[in-house]
């Protein structure tokens, strides 16, 4: 597959060109990338107005998706604001008020961008799971949904690894005539397993997804898709994005989406059917040696080690003194993310620092349930409301001010506008929050 907006960077870095424009490196190597590094020159083409060779690229990435693709340089946090936009736009442009039914699990940039545009939200939640899965049983959600809900948003993969049934919700939200909106930032080499797994393919209407997590891609690099039936949305999809987005779009990330293209359409779909079975393989083996294991997706290798008597934070800091990063770690679970680039010597190095930390006796002690608290403010009027930042001891009953969370997980505990009832709290303290933000008296 052709890569345009590679090979015009590599002419242009090769030129006697005087670099008069932005960047001020002047294509001048610091890091190593620089002479690659432009802005938007005549041929360079323009990321929300785009007519040349990045319209040619992104035409590329849809082809192998299967849809109408767009490029975020700022990771799928754009792309979710641009899905909730376009959302609004759907329904009002329909004489509908926008509302979207929601797992509680979103990312907390879904809170914000709700906040942002102002939009009335529903949140579903999964019983007695943790604030960092929301399992949606599609007859379930038919029945929870209010009448009036325009769109259903959910998180599939979640950053645990599990996955939703995307065909199910798809098909739910058909036959009431709302829009399916899946964030999938962790899950945009499902597309390319042997049968697709990617919720555009099983029946989503919009969806994001960072290359740069599970693809051969620079971080923040994303995709927005949308379905090829949404015309008016697919033409309102650069004004979105625009929206929300950089007027500088970083072009080293672009250039990178743009060579993952080549890979995608031959190298990438091989060496990820070779890669499987041997992360199959680890998993089985690890199951075997008595680590419990978690989620659904191929290439999250997420464990429970309390079963085995450690924390997640444990093991994390274990396995960082043998020079092994995790993705994420918290009491309860350690992510560790695997991708064709990881040779078998690598996952063989994992599988044997795991195996040299002894079982001890099990931890009892469960996440607390995180459920819904009164609404007192709808989210924008609490996150633009007079705050104060109280210790969490002293919050009962406050009304939360801020999405309350670090990234990652990103995954809020309690969300902008609910008042802070004793499990809140609870959570609070288990995950070590020890302050939050709460609207003034």
């Not at 610091?30 to 060779?53: C, F, H, K, N, R």
């Not at 949305?233 to 672009?254: D, E, N, R």
């Not at 009953?397 to 809140?424: H, W």
Request: a negative charge; hydrophobic letters at 45%; glycine letters at 8%.
């Amino acid at each position: 597959m052709k890569t345009p907006v590679v090979d015009f960077a590599r002419r242009y870095a090769a030129g006697d060109a005087l670099r008069l424009h932005m960047p001020g490196h002047k294509g001048q190597p610091v890091l190593g990338p620089e002479p690659w590094d432009l802005t938007e020159i005549p041929g360079a083409d323009s990321l929300y107005e785009a007519a040349g060779i990045l319209r040619e690229s992104e035409e590329n990435a849809g082809q192998l998706y299967g849809c109408p693709t767009f490029y975020s340089a700022e990771g799928s946090s754009l792309a979710v604001r641009a899905m909730v936009y376009l959302a609004c736009r759907w329904a009002m442009e329909r004489g509908r008020r926008p509302k979207i039914a929601a797992a509680r699990n979103v990312h907390r940039t879904f809170v914000t961008a709700a906040a942002l545009l102002d939009v009335e939200l529903q949140w579903l939640t999964g019983a007695g799971e943790s604030h960092l899965r929301c399992t949606l049983d599609p007859k379930t959600v038919d029945a929870a949904l209010d009448a009036d809900v325009t769109a259903l948003y959910c998180t599939s993969p979640d950053y645990l690894g599990h996955t939703q049934d995307i065909a199910g919700l798809a098909a739910l939200c058909r036959r009431r005539d709302i829009l399916l909106l899946v964030d999938g930032a962790h899950g945009a080499y499902l597309r390319f397993l042997p049968q697709s797994r990617h919720p555009m393919d099983l029946g989503a209407d919009l969806c994001c997804a960072s290359a740069h997590k599970t693809l051969p891609v620079l971080t923040g690099g994303a995709y927005l898709h949308i379905a090829a039936a949404h015309v008016d949305l697919t033409a309102q999809a650069k004004s979105a994005l625009a929206l929300f987005g950089s007027t500088s779009p970083s072009y080293l990330i672009l250039e990178s989406l743009d060579a993952c293209n080549d890979l995608l359409a031959e190298d990438y779909p091989r060496q990820l059917a070779a890669f499987l079975p041997r992360a199959a393989a680890l998993q089985a083996r690890l199951k075997a040696a008595g680590w419990q294991l978690t989620g659904d997706e191929p290439l999250k290798l997420t464990l429970c080690p309390k079963a085995r008597g450690y924390t997640g934070e444990a093991v994390a800091e274990y396995l960082l003194e043998a020079g092994i990063f995790s993705e994420f770690a918290d009491p309860d679970y350690l992510v560790l993310m695997l991708t064709p680039a990881l040779g078998e010597a690598a996952l063989e190095r994992l599988e044997q620092a795991l195996a040299a930390l002894p079982p001890r006796t099990p931890l009892g002690e469960t996440p607390p349930p995180c459920p819904v608290g009164p609404t007192r403010l709808t989210p924008r009027q609490a996150l633009f409301a007079p705050r104060e930042q109280v210790a969490v001891e002293d919050a009962l009953g406050r009304v939360l001010a801020d999405v309350q969370v670090s990234c990652p997980p990103a995954v809020p505990i309690a969300v902008c506008g609910e008042a802070l009832t004793a499990q809140a709290l609870a959570a609070f303290r288990y995950y070590g929050v020890e302050l939050v933000w709460v609207v003034r008296r």
